[in-house]
């Protein structure tokens, strides 16, 4: 059960104000009938310029820019030179659209004026159909046809019907502001003929009005205190503390809502910090691996605890043998031993070499357990995801996570696969230039061998050359020396 005071704080600015005012009204009643009427219609009137004059005026007049934001913002979308600025520009109308929406919701109890309704029903018509040729107009501006769809938004039946949307919010707008001129003036003069009596009036109600400021302000303060300890708590770091008075409609509740979006931002701020911090780790372990086993060490040591991983398996795509293979996995049994090569095509993994796309298995009581030493869990989600360096395939990733990764925790993963991909193809190229380096080694060596068999055979050919030439030197002293022995032969012979 709220208590009074609870109830006041929920209320309105406008309306703390209008109670306060109609407890006025109330002690006026004892100066009599005439009086209180009196005053009831000059506050009924009041009212009716609010809401029907003033009210819708600005409600009205906020479709109008709305609208406007909207028309700039389509154009900026289908004029976009790419896809980040189109998604903005999109983005920004939508949030337009939904304030045009939402202002016109608030205008529609504010028109009395059969003229009017019929507008605002023509208006809701020509602004369906500017939508529906906006959504053509951004279908070919996705399809490559950004001509196509700037002659469409740029065509003369559009211009009307953007012009002709406007007009009728201006029409609207000038029949309340026309209206609101004609109330405005009947209550002056009813105030000036009645001034005398207003005075009575509030010199009866000063007491009540005191008690009422009081009140009043004791309403305001005390949510306004209630949502500046959160701001303090906030401001000291603890992110999730619970901001109060987000659900009341008034101000303190919108700057309540405003504080909460603030808090959602540092918490994403936060989250992105994280992100980065664990990314640089991550990046840090990859850049010591030495080869793909150690490569997928170091990825999973990091990532696995963030994630909860419970088991994960990482393939490496060959491209001249065009299929994957096995570079390490994380929590692997005997009893599970992931395949060394994998053809595209061939179950999850291969499939997702194929087709490139990530692919996530969500995990009931009844899927797939873990076994420990201790017992066995169920996993909660498998993840298959392609690694991309660019538009080239890196490898394969599969991560069976104990839960549900959170989005931080997805966030985190699509920031480090990249890193992954980009530390896989680098350790490719260092293998690849250290297997060159090898054979280049190899080569080196086998040449120094055979110079050095070379010189032997030089050694060889330079002794025997150095032998025939003695062979050389005696066949020339032998026939030298042999007409000499010739003539002693021949004398022994006579002499015989």
């Known amino acids: 059960m709220r208590s009074p005071l609870q109830m006041l704080e929920r209320l309105p600015l406008r309306h703390k104000l209008a109670v306060g005012f109609v407890s006025l009204l109330l002690l006026s009643l004892a100066l009599g009938i005439q009086s209180l009427q009196t005053q009831s219609d000059l506050n009924r009137d009041l009212q009716r310029l609010r809401q029907e004059g003033i009210g819708g005026i600005a409600r009205i007049q906020e479709a109008r820019i709305h609208f406007s934001r909207m028309m700039l913002a389509m154009h900026r979308a289908v004029g976009a030179s790419s896809e980040g600025e189109r998604e903005e520009a999109l983005q920004q109308m939508d949030e337009a659209r939904q304030q045009v929406r939402h202002a016109l919701e608030l205008t529609r109890p504010t028109l009395f004026k059969p003229e009017n309704v019929k507008r605002l029903e023509q208006f809701e018509i020509r602004f369906a159909r500017i939508q529906r040729t906006v959504a053509e107009a951004l279908d070919l501006a996705r399809q490559g046809m950004p001509a196509e769809a700037a002659s469409l938004v740029e065509s003369v039946g559009f211009r009307e019907l ?16 026309y209206g609101a ?61 619970v901001i109060p008075h987000t659900d009341y409609r008034n101000e303190t509740g919108d700057l309540a809502r405003a504080i909460a979006a603030l808090q959602t931002e540092s918490i994403q701020l936060e989250a ?32 696995a605890p963030l994630l909860e991983v419970g088991q994960g398996v990482l393939y490496r795509w060959d491209g001249e043998r065009q299929r994957l293979l096995l570079a390490g996995s994380y929590a692997i049994g005997a009893d599970h031993v992931p395949a060394g090569e994998i053809e595209p095509g061939a179950g999850l993994l291969g499939q997702c070499a194929s087709d490139r796309q990530p692919r996530s298995i969500k995990q009931g009581e009844n899927g797939r357990r873990l076994r420990s030493a201790l017992g066995e869990v169920a996993l909660g989600e498998i993840l298959v995801l392609p690694i991309l360096s660019g538009d080239r395939l890196a490898g394969v990733l599969e991560l069976a ?59 060889e050919l330079e002794a025997q050359q150095a032998a025939l030439k003695e062979t050389e030197v005696w066949f020339r002293g032998v026939v030298e020396s042999a007409p000499t022995a010739c003539w002693w032969w021949t004398s022994a012979a006579r002499s015989c």
């Open 401 to 459: 996570c104990f839960d549900t990764p959170d989005g931080t925790a997805r966030a985190l993963l699509e920031q480090v696969l990249p890193r992954l991909a980009v530390s896989m193809e680098i350790l490719d190229r260092s293998l690849a230039v250290q297997s060159l380096l090898a054979q280049t080694r190899q080569q080196a060596d086998a040449m120094e061998a055979q110079a050095a068999r070379l010189e032997e055979q030089a050694v």
């Open 272 to 303: 992105q910090r994280w992100i980065k911090a664990q990314e640089a780790a991550i990046q840090a372990e990859l850049q010591q691996a030495e080869t793909t086993e150690e490569l997928a060490a170091r990825f999973f040591r990091p990532l």
């Open 181 to 241: 001129e004609d109330t405005t003036q009947a209550i002056q003069d009813f105030a000036s003929r009645r001034s005398n009596l207003t005075y009575a009036l509030l010199l009866g109600g000063l007491g009540l009005a005191l008690a009422f400021a009081w009140l009043i302000s004791r309403s305001i303060r005390r949510p306004i205190g209630r949502v500046r300890n959160a701001v303090e708590e906030l401001a000291a770091g603890r992110l999730q503390q």
């Open 162 to 177: 953007d012009r002709g949307a406007d007009r009728l919010l201006g029409d609207i707008a000038a029949v309340k502001e």
